[in-house]
């Protein structure tokens, strides 16, 4: 449907089709709106379950038990991130490799989520900063309540290493589709050669729900500022709350947010800058953004020492005093309901190897009608540099988190 992220089913053998069309589709999608929604796709739903399970028992755990894993550096790009220390540039200039350049200062919230970043382990590299600080299991399991008997048996480690070992193999095989979709050489492997060093970042995310006095103190219906993704595609499983949006430009003028409804068992696949800058914008790095669900306004009738007491509802607008229910003490009011659900989301940013220099891509340019629009960058100096002004660290400087530059192009 027009208005849709398009559905792309995985399974040869359930649509009876040809990778062909599968790599068609997703061209399609990634050239138009740069997203689409993945099915079949080979990670079980019982990982996928297992997986929130463990994001849910770690966000549970008292904050200063989770900051005894907490993000140290862009460099490493690992650990735990308590909500209001991440600010998505979104008026960010990605066309400039530059990324330290302020031109104006505009002043957003942070996000309203907490996250917890996983990297490959890398036994190879004595380097601890890309090694995990993983959450000792036995403070998660002293943590979980009796009637949660079922989640003993889950290891935060083992599910995590197998859910990211599989999107890793997941991830080639769409860089393999885009490969061959492109028309890159070496058989498509072209891209998969530059992606199969793991250096992927899983995201735990959790948006905290409650009433809007705790859940967003900015009082905006933003759970996550619009932004573009860094790496070269995302591959995203949200819980069934929904809430994210993925902008779309119609013609020139016309631009709307489109809901990127949850569908079970499926994987939201988006283009990042990264893939952007290599294809020379033939592949689109979209604007998306995390909303909460429509507030719901009900009409209720409440006493007035019901109302002096309230505290976790907010009273929009008392209207339609009857006078005889005011004489028995009681008003009929419009409640905003304000209980917001809270939100899971796992991101898996994947990126390209560290030592690639992302140089426009040979089939994406030429001398006469298309030449490369962007300077080479190296992978991973640019992510580093797009992490760097996202996400405040003990060492980053306070308006990193509070600013954003103004798009200047
Ligand atoms: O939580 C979501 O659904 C989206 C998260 C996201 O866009 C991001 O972390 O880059
Ligand atoms: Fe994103």
Redesign the pocket.
Known sequence: MMNDIPVIDLDLNRRHSSEDEIITELLTAFTTIGFCTIINHGISSELISNTFKVSKQFFDLPLEVKLKYKYLSPKSNRGYIPSGMET?DKTYDHSNSDCDSLSSVTIIPPDQ?E?MDIGYDDNNDDDEIFKNNWPDQDIIDSSLSNDNDDDDSINFHDVIDEYFSLMDKLYLRLMKYIGLGLGLPDDGDYLVQRCNQHHENL?L?H?PGGNTNNANSSNSNI??NA?T?FGAL?L?V?DEVG??KVRRSNNESEEEWID?KPVPNSI?V?VGDMLMRWSNDKLKATL???ETPPTINTTATYTRDEIDSCTTRTISNVHGIDDNHEEEGEVKVNIIDVIIPE?Y?I?F?CNVNKDVNIECLETCCNDTDNPPKYPIINSYEYLTQRLAATIQTSTSTSTSTTTSTTESS
């Open positions: 998505h989520k996250t995201r995310l948006y759970r996550g932004h993704d995302t995203l949200q809430g994210l990127v939201i988006n998306h953004k995390v939100r989301s991101a940013f």
